[in-house]
């Protein structure tokens, strides 16, 4: 005789129960005591359903033969309902819970929920406490408070012509008015004597308390509405707060007792984190709001953790995958190089030179990010370490974020290397514009190494015939240097032995565009090159598979920027001053408000700016116009239109801000300055001040708050980007000068960047881990390579 299964069991009995039309007889003592006793060995899908039968008042023998029957055929959908073989519940969609419809899994689809596990850590953004109740007689208006009361009256209202649920509930201290507004069903699921709680924000009608639509539920429910601190989720169109909180309770139940546990206890102990199923709970239905940060530590620290783990395996991968070229620096060539430039190093050049120089000598492949403040040097010190793998009969790759820059880096190498190119008047090179560029986009120079160095340009504006023999000439190893754009990680694009890539404003260009460069040239060294200044700890942490130098100091001679704040009314005056330099035969940028809500509105404040300023301020002068909604190839026109002098103030947004280096230019006017970062003004600020007269920052704003102010007050003060980066990271986050989005990191759902206490935490564990040779292939830590795969969406080789 077989003995069946407690599914099966439960199965017949309620099939009985329908069969006997609900009348709680199909099983001896009634459902409620069966489920009493059995339901700990009910399959784990069935919890909600149990779960719902045993907290209602009375439960299953106090329903109606309604409310018994749709709660049968419920449970019986639960138990027919194929099970996913072998998936841990977490890993199912959400149309295993209750009422999760295909359309309903559509809508939780835009919050980025498909399955349990997303759900579990959709994390509430912030919390409602209702952990205050209080006799009727003694509510507080204006505050979040908590009544249990009997519904002693309730009816369909019709204020302002919409159908509505008035009641009026008593606790023997006092009655309360209750309006449920726009929401008639609550009159059919409020049963005049019912026990209920009631949590919300308590307003006042006539002198006397009311609540207006506030949370409720039975008095011997759950509890996840009412009575404690209530979770609040993003929602989209479509999905209720209520709803959201009851598919979070079942997936909770669901997963009983909780997501296991797959870090280390020693781990968890060092860091003081609570374990995982703890955490999970607490995040979404906290004892305190303690117990709920502690929760989301553990969940952001679970995300910085895979971010910092995914980090050190693409670096190892780099590292160890191949082998990389050894280069030793010649002393003799090192120092006929240095007699070679117009200018001597500055000590902080000297020290990231001799960073990179111990990195170039290993068969390791150096992975390095070279940061310093606008016009600190970094290109010099770039250019020192192509040069020495030029002498090892090796190529370098110089990539940029634009085409003019790339041509701006392409004069900037000519003119340190062959003193015929260079105008000390202006700084600018005295090559003859962007046509000869482009018309013999390859350079050889003399008396560098014992042979010619050639370096070329490879950018989209070369003639087919142009692009196709400096490609030609890449191959067959003819050319040492190219610098370029996105053009040089194209397909068609070939070296023959490249062996380093410098990769210019690494925020711009993000990890992808790296790494294909780096896979052309089997595994070379990487230099990534930044003008944007990121504080040490969050660079380290962010950037946790590149090394980092910093040149903290500028060369000498560089002219400090003069930085004053106006007043929207004193706009003229700015203007007033702008013209005076234009007079003098200078240029100038104005850069129009930030608009982060819409690209579309930004390009029109800089194209309606520039109407009024054509039309009405400077009629007799050369504006040129530069917005995001233009082509690379009109924005790149209207760049060199500028450089070359043709234009003598450019009215831009923002995309000028990684730009171009313009010596005549000694005016940065920029409106709306509150809008902006300290680090985003500072690079603005950066854009003049690049030739040898003094030269303005002009910011127009107005601070209506104290954050504002004190932003625009630091930037008239400093000058170090360093130290306004540190105050931007304090006073905004990390936000401003750095997005996931820029640094090619993978999204995350609970941790922020800004958090650097858990990102140290996270990094030096993460380290730790790193060094566990079980790491690879044990199943004790597969969990963890797991997490790491599925938050860098990637196939990660650990071997």
């Not at 295993?96 to 850590?121: E, N, P, Q, Y």
């Not at 260079?422 to 120079?445: E, H, M, Q, W």
């Not at 042979?451 to 190893?477: D, F, H, K, N, Y």
């Not at 040149?551 to 013209?579: A, H, K």
Request: with cysteine.
């Amino acid at each position: 005789m077989t003995t069946s299964t407690p599914a099966e069991a439960f199965r017949k009995i309620l099939e009985l129960e329908a069969h006997k039309q609900y009348n709680d007889t199909a099983v001896i003592g009634g459902i409620d005591a069966y489920l009493a006793t059995a339901s700990p060995n009910l399959p784990k899908p069935l919890a909600p359903a149990v779960r719902k039968a045993r907290t209602a008042p009375g439960g299953y023998r106090r329903w109606t033969q309604e409310q018994r029957a749709r709660w049968v055929s419920e449970t019986l959908d639960l138990l027919n309902r194929p099970q996913r073989s072998g998936a841990p519940p977490e890993r199912q969609p959400v149309t295993v819970l209750s009422r999760v419809s295909t359309k309903t899994a559509a809508l939780l689809s835009k919050l980025g929920v498909s399955t349990i596990d997303d759900l579990l850590h959709h994390i509430p953004r912030r919390y409602l406490d209702y952990t205050q109740t209080r006799p009727i007689a003694h509510l507080i208006p204006h505050t979040e408070q908590t009544i249990v009361g009997r519904v002693v009256k309730v009816s369909m209202v019709m204020p302002g012509g919409r159908r509505s649920t008035e009641a009026v509930i008593d606790d023997r201290t006092g009655r309360v008015r209750i309006l449920w507004f726009n929401q008639p069903w609550v009159a059919r699921q409020l049963p005049r004597e019912s026990m209920i709680v009631v949590s919300g924000t308590v307003s006042v009608f006539h002198n006397r308390p009311q609540f207006i639509s506030p949370e409720w539920e039975d008095v011997e429910s759950s509890g996840i509405h009412t009575g404690r601190l209530v979770p609040v989720y993003p929602l989209t169109k479509g999905l209720t707060a209520r709803k959201m909180r009851n598919w979070v309770t079942e997936a909770l139940d669901l997963c009983e007792p909780g997501p296991s546990e797959y870090l280390p206890q020693d781990l968890l102990q060092r860091v003081k984190l609570p374990r995982m199923a703890q955490a999970v709970r607490q995040a979404h239905f906290p004892d305190s709001t303690a117990q709920a940060a502690s929760a989301r530590q553990r969940l952001a620290f679970n995300e910085l953790l895979s971010l910092q783990l995914g980090l050190l395996i693409t670096r190892r991968q780099w590292q160890h995958s191949l082998p990389g070229h050894p280069l030793k620096a010649e002393p003799v060539l090192l120092g006929r190089l240095l007699q070679m430039l117009p200018f001597t190093l500055t000590s902080a050049q000297q020290g990231t030179l001799e960073d990179i120089l111990k990195d170039l000598e290993q068969p390791v492949p150096m992975s390095r990010m070279l940061q310093g403040d606008v016009g600190s040097g970094k290109t010099v010190v770039a250019l020192a370490a192509m040069i020495i793998t030029a002498a090892h009969s090796l190529q370098s790759a110089l990539m940029a974020p634009t085409e003019v820059l790339a041509e701006q880096h392409y004069r900037t190498l000519l003119s340190l290397l062959d003193a015929s190119t260079r105008n000390t008047d202006n700084g600018a090179t005295g090559l003859s514009g962007d046509r000869s560029l482009r018309d013999d986009p390859v350079r050889s120079i003399d008396g560098i190494l014992d042979r010619p160095l050639t370096i070329a340009l490879l950018t989209g504006s070369l003639t087919v015939a142009r692009r196709r023999r400096v490609r030609e000439q890449m191959i067959s190893g003819d050319v040492d240097i190219i610098v370029g754009t996105q053009a040089l990680v194209q397909e068609g694009v070939e070296f023959r032995n490249l062996a380093l890539a410098v990769v210019d404003e690494q925020h711009r260009f993000g990890v992808l565009q790296r790494g294909g460069l780096r896979q052309k040239g089997y595994n070379p060294h990487v230099l990534v090159m930044t003008a944007t200044p990121i504080p040490r700890s969050l660079a380290l942490t962010v950037y946790g598979d590149l090394d980092l130098s910093t040149i903290t100091e500028l060369p000498p001679g560089r002219q400090r920027i003069e930085t004053v704040v106006f007043e929207p009314e004193d706009t003229s005056l700015v203007y007033r001053m702008v013209r005076e330099e234009v007079e003098k035969g200078h240029q100038a940028y104005v850069i129009c408000p930030l608009i982060s809500e819409s690209e579309k509105l930004a390009v029109r404040a800089a194209t309606e700016e520039h109407e009024h300023l054509s039309n009405t301020v400077f009629p007799d002068l050369r504006l040129g116009l530069l917005h995001g909604g233009m082509k690379s190839a009109e924005k790149d026109a209207v760049m060199r239109l500028f450089r070359d002098g043709e234009l003598d103030i450019l009215i831009s947004t923002t995309v000028i801000e990684v730009g171009i280096d313009v010596p005549n230019a000694t005016v940065m006017v920029v409106l709306g300055a509150e809008r902006f970062g300290l680090s985003q003004l500072h690079q603005l600020r950066g854009r003049v001040g690049r030739g040898s007269e003094k030269s303005y920052c002009l910011l127009v704003g107005n601070p209506a708050n104290p954050d504002a102010q004190r932003r625009l007050a630091v930037l008239e003060k400093t000058h170090d980007g360093f130290e306004l980066a540190r105050h931007d990271l304090e006073m905004r986050g990390a936000g401003d000068f750095l997005g996931t989005q820029q640094s090619g990191l993978p999204p995350l759902r609970v941790a922020k960047l800004t958090d650097l206490s858990t990102m140290e935490s996270a990094r030096a564990e993460a380290q730790r881990l790193a060094r566990i040779r079980g790491l690879l292939r044990d199943p004790a830590y597969a969990e963890i390579r797991e997490r790491v795969a599925a938050l860098w969406n990637v196939n990660v080789e650990w071997s």
